[in-house]
T-cell receptor, first 116, second 118 residues
């Protein structure tokens, strides 16, 4: 069965420091992986995705993520955190061979708090 | 703005009442998805349309739930005889998709409808 794990409920970072939000996945084949961000009382905003190719994916707002097949991970990173990055971050996976035609499987989310 | 829109943004209802939500996807997107998000959880898939055809339903979608996309454009999600456990954020997303095509296409989400059942 497909699944996503975000092992940290909350990550605290000082502004200007690098940040990492962790994600691991489990799928039967090669995964499609996504990161979304959610601000309070808002929908999800797409940040980036990995489909194939270069393991380092660059996305919106200076975020990037590294796909690691051997560790089945897709951690989200940013070299220098901003207070405005404080939000809820969701990792999601899509199994192209899972038989399902549409849905993403989401993790429980990680709350990122960036302090000035 | 040509993003996904949802109405209403908030709905408060009494247990046992019926509610209907609307989603307008991005205009050129032929795939439309409904998800439900409860507090402290990630979104959970409910159902999916390719144009007007409802191609997949989650086990979460009990027979009190029904979704339509009559002309392949906007979609409605109706909940009959609401229960307190239905209280959640209902999210709609859309994506471009060819029949049998690239399932990696990005899903773009609307702002959601927050349902509170008293």
């Amino acid at each position: 069965a497909q699944s996503v794990a975000q092992p940290e409920d909350q990550v605290n970072v000082a502004e200007g420091n690098p940040l990492t939000v962790k994600c691991t996945y489990s799928v039967s084949g090669n995964p499609y992986l996504f990161w979304y961000v959610q601000y309070p009382n808002r929908g999800l905003q797409f940040l980036l995705k990995y489909i194939t190719g270069d393991n380092l994916v660059k996305g919106s707002y200076g975020f990037e993520a590294e796909f690691n097949k051997s560790q089945t991970s897709f951690h989200l990173k940013k070299p220098s955190a901003l207070v405005s990055d404080s939000a809820l971050y969701f990792c999601a996976v899509r199994d192209p061979y899972g038989g399902s035609q549409g849905n993403l499987i989401f993790g429980k989310g990680t709350k990122l708090s960036v302090k000035p | 703005d040509t993003g996904v829109s949802q109405n209403p943004r908030h709905k408060i209802t009494k247990r046992g009442q019926n509610v209907t939500f609307r989603c307008d996807p991005i205009s050129e997107h032929n795939r439309l998805y409904w998800y439900r998000q409860t507090l402290g959880q990630g979104p959970e898939f409910l159902t999916y349309f390719q144009n007007e055809a409802q191609l997949e339903k989650s086990r979460l979608l009990s027979d009190r739930f029904s979704a339509e996309r009559p002309k392949g454009s906007f979609s409605t999600l109706e909940i009959q005889r609401t229960e307190q456990g239905d209280s959640a954020m209902y999210l709609c997303a859309s994506s471009i998709g060819l029949a049998g095509g690239n399932q990696a296409n990005t899903q773009y989400f609307g702002p959601g409808t927050r349902l509170t059942v008293l």
